[in-house]
């Protein structure tokens, strides 16, 4: 962004070219305007130099998080542009949590096995329809699968 105080510095020489003076009302104002220019021209210029700064500093950040999500969650399918990645990660695990309250039950149909919420079984009225063979199940004619059998 040098070019902006380039610019200022341009319209500086013309004004002094031009004979542009304090001695006028206009040639005030156009000098007061021209140190206004100088003034925004070194602000942007720090303000740019900050921000490449952080922006370096940010990505320094964003390198270690990587690596740090890489450790715990391992590598598989990470990708570091990724930013949906930790929510999908903790769908997974209430997944995992969910499964626990499955149980087996084999549809009276098509004897297929299909997991049922355990809640559900509660209820000897429900109704649920089978995933292999779509037929509409009560859940009092569902057998449930025991280990001991
Ligand atoms: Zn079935």
């Known amino acids: 962004m040098e070019y902006l105080n380039e610019r200022v510095s341009y319209l500086r020489g013309l004004a002094d070219g031009l004979g542009i003076d304090d001695s ?76 626990e309250e499955y149980v087996e039950v084999e549809c009276p149909n098509c004897h297929m096995l299909m997991s049922v919420e355990e809640e559900l079984l509660e209820d000897e009225d429900a109704e649920l329809v089978c995933p292999h063979c779509n037929a509409t199940l009560k859940v009092k004619d569902l057998k449930i699968v025991d280990d001991d059998d």
Request: no cysteine.
């Open 24 to 99: 006028t009302k206009e040639g005030k104002i156009i000098l007061a305007i021209l140190d206004t220019l100088e003034d925004f021209a070194d602000a942007i210029n720090e303000l740019e130099a900050s921000h490449s700064e952080l922006d370096d500093y940010v990505g320094e950040i964003d390198e270690d998080l990587s690596e740090i999500e890489n450790h715990i969650y391992g590598d598989e399918d990470y990708e570091e542009e990724d930013d949906d990645y930790d929510y999908d990660y903790e769908d997974e695990d209430e997944d995992e949590e969910d499964y």
